[in-house]
């Protein structure tokens, strides 16, 4: 039993947490806990002590020491003495704004059905979830709240989400609708964002909560690759390897607000959900809205524990199971190495070199169709490009699939360029605000998601190739935000909806075209990562996690997302050198060892490598093919954090979860001279276990790799005798079991 409710207060009970509310004297409901595990009582008086703070307002004369801003409240209103930032807010006809909601009753349901319309989590696997559900009503409106809360308990994450509907006869109107509220009872925490812009995502930005309002969000009509919408708060002595911390994520792509706000009496508030900016929504009698969900989960035991419970939670309870665990497929794509300019025998050459090398699939990147020869044109003409493929896309496929390769195609389905046939048919598709110019952003312009016409129309042209080409995969692109928000199928007053159901149309399509072809696989992209998010991945089991192939700032990069998401969710791939995004020169050696840790592929002409880089894609590719299950799937620990120090060194590691094998990278930037006597301290291996080092004679316990270290030699014997820098150093240790 994950849910246990005594009389009015409700526990939700994981294998290492609790999470404990209430009803209140109000009718409202109250929060009481978050934390590690309790054990059930029927009451917890220490956790509903309340003192009379003079000049703040009461619930009643007779009740002054009942204060809304000294409440920890469940989903609290704005209006009536409580002045923190609310969860939600409703505009009644006359204008008014005060609402409350009262406890009606409550249901618990075995299992974790799916959101209708929305990503969401589930419980194919029968892995004893439970949903509870709370239900209020707000006497003046008759809108009723429904607050859900679904326990994973093995995973230690509880999922929560909210629905109005309304059950009155008067049009009411949501101002905001957030997706969870935590109120905890101290504000002695670090705030963990994921922050940064393209080519340089997500990453780790570490602050102490201060007083008053810090947030991060987004108002692009995408996630972003600004701010993401994986938050942790941690305990200021929390490491990766131990200390207490709460994870926080939102299954949406679109505008969302991950906020923390920290009151006079040091509590704070955590806010998770569609950003109120930008937002609203018109709530006519009999209509219900349904808010995207909200992952929460706690460990007492450090952020490789968080990142890995919320990791293995995403992928067996949200990303698309006929994916989830599949092993992902070694691909090539031709876009840093040809961009625009290539044709079918230039295409097929690629792909049979990398055969050669190993290599699965071949994924045709973008100008395949119109008549794009840059990014000016085409968008939205998804036939192909006959000067270019005069024999069809379906005939390449064959060549592409006669090698025994799968074959990807990319589109950008949500977008339209003015010099296209699409926009000479449909220029009411697009994006824009009745007598305001459009905003161009790389010369391109947004479709109106919105409109079931423009979902209908891609579902159509998306899907004839699907069948005509026998796609394996899809690379899903969205290379823009989104300006002048606006829909012309909209009413007036509901204009403010629009970015949601601009997401809704997006989620329509992706669900459309996974119930239909459910053997193709989606990889979301968003200029690199831009989209990358739990909504993407309800649908696109692994997304592009950014246009910056440099193997410097891909570490950086995978090592801040691995926070927030597992790296099968991760593209990774090598590409040539000079690199296109920093100019700098790396070893093939170490773009490989940085790729290796997520979903591997080669982004380059394979046609113009050398006789030894060749040799070099073989080997590598070999040798991930061997290890792919624990690369993709295997538990990952990050060691030492490039965000800390001079960042010259970062370092991780992937375990099996027989603790059998392992992999741990060592990246170091620059050498030093004469360095230090250097360890690697190894994580996640089983203390008793004696284990072989790269093959090596040697066996060792566990426990010694892990707390006495190993060596890491000096960098410049790696380069004696050879004409190679010594600096973009990888050093890569396998480990596996040995019987003794
Ligand atoms: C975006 C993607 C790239 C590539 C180009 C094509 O930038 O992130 O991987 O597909 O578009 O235009």
């Given at each position: 039993m994950s849910i246990i409710v005594n009389q009015q207060q409700f526990h939700l009970q994981t294998d290492h947490s609790s999470y404990i509310f209430h009803v209140m004297a109000n009718g409202e409901l109250g929060q009481l806990y978050y934390g590690p595990r309790l054990h059930d009582q029927a009451t917890y008086p220490e956790l509903m002590v309340r003192e009379h703070h003079e000049a703040m307002p009461a619930w009643r004369l007779d009740t002054p020491d009942f204060q809304p801003e000294t409440l920890k409240q469940e989903f609290a209103s704005l209006g009536k003495g409580d002045y923190r930032d609310p969860a939600f807010q409703i505009t009644e006809p006359d204008g008014s704004r005060v609402s409350e909601f009262s406890y009606q009753d409550f249901r618990i349901v075995d299992g974790k059905s799916r959101l209708k319309g929305l990503p969401s989590t589930f419980d194919d696997e029968h892995d004893d979830a439970q949903t509870l559900v709370i239900s209020l009503v707000d006497a003046v409106t008759q809108v009723v709240l429904e607050l859900s809360y679904a326990v994973f308990p093995h995973q230690d994450v509880i999922v929560r989400s909210a629905k109005f509907q309304n059950q009155g006869q008067a049009s009411v109107k949501l101002d905001r609708v957030l997706s969870s509220q935590v109120d905890l009872p101290d504000a002695n925490y670090d705030l963990l964002q994921f922050s940064g812009t393209w080519t340089r995502e997500r990453h780790l930005v570490r602050t102490p909560l201060r007083s008053g309002i810090q947030s991060v969000g987004s108002l692009r009509g995408a996630s972003s690759h600004q701010q993401n919408p994986a938050m942790i708060l941690a305990r200021p002595q929390t490491t990766d390897d131990q200390g207490a911390a709460m994870g926080f994520n939102l299954v949406y792509s679109g505008n969302f607000l991950d906020q923390v706000e920290v009151d006079a009496f040091n509590t704070a508030r955590v806010l998770v959900g569609i950003n109120p900016t930008e937002f609203d929504w018109q709530l006519s009698a009999g209509q219900s809205f349904q808010t995207p969900e909200a992952i929460l989960s706690y460990t007492g035991d450090g952020l490789n524990q968080l990142s890995q419970q919320m990791g293995d939670f995403y992928q067996h309870h949200l990303v698309n199971p006929h994916f989830a665990q599949q092993q992902r497929p070694v691909l090539v794509n031709n876009w840093e190495g040809t961009y625009f300019d290539f044709n079918e025998d230039k295409l097929v050459a690629i792909a049979e070199d990398a055969h050669e090398l190993g290599i699965e699939m071949f994924v045709l990147d973008d100008g395949w169709f119109g008549h794009r020869d840059d990014d000016k044109t085409s968008l939205g003409d998804w036939d192909v490009y006959q000067e270019k493929l005069p024999n069809g896309m379906a005939h390449l496929a064959e060549r592409v699939h006669s090698l025994k390769m799968q074959f990807g195609l990319w589109f950008e389905p949500e977008m339209i360029s003015i010099d296209s046939q699409l926009y000479r048919a449909h220029p009411e598709w697009t994006i824009k605000t009745p007598k305001r110019q459009m905003t161009p952003g790389r010369n391109q312009f947004v479709l109106d998601m919105a409109n079931p016409d423009v979902v209908d129309f891609l579902y159509g042209k998306i899907s004839g190739l699907i069948e005509t080409a026998h796609l394996d995969y899809i690379k899903w692109d969205m290379n823009r935000n989104i300006t002048e928000a606006y829909s012309s199928t909209l009413p007036a007053d509901q204009q403010g909806e629009f970015l949601h159901r601009y997401m809704l149309g997006v989620y329509d399509l992706y669900a459309r075209l996974i119930a239909a072809y459910p053997t193709v696989l989606f990889e979301s992209c968003a200029s690199g990562g831009g989209r990358f998010d739990l909504g993407m991945m309800a649908y696109a089991p692994q997304a592009w996690t950014s246009d910056d192939t440099d193997a410097v700032e891909r570490l950086k990069i995978q090592f801040g997302t691995s926070y927030g998401y597992p790296q099968a969710m991760m593209g990774a791939h090598v590409s040539a050198v000079?690199?296109?995004?920093?100019g700098r020169i790396t070893p093939i050696e170490t773009r490989a060892a940085v790729a290796y840790f997520g979903d591997l592929g080669y982004e380059l002409d394979v046609t113009k490598c050398s006789a030894d880089e060749k040799a070099a894609i073989k080997q590598q590719v070999a040798f991930y093919k061997a290890h792919r299950e624990l690369f993709q799937q295997g538990k990952f620990y990050r060691i030492d954090n490039p965000f800390t120090g001079d960042g010259n060194v970062g370092s991780w590691q992937v375990v099996s979860d027989d603790q059998r094998h392992a992999i741990a990278a060592r990246y170091q930037i620059l050498n030093h001279p004469n360095p230090a006597y250097t360890r690697l301290y190894l994580r996640g291996l089983a203390p008793d276990q004696r284990y072989r080092l790269n093959g090596g004679k040697h066996i060792y316990f566990g426990d010694e790799l892990m707390h006495a270290g190993i060596f890491v030699p000096h960098l410049l014997e790696s380069t004696q005798g050879v004409e190679q820098s010594a600096d973009f150093s990888a050093f890569l240790v396998v480990i596996d079991a040995v019987e003794a």
């Open positions: 000079p690199n296109d995004q920093t």
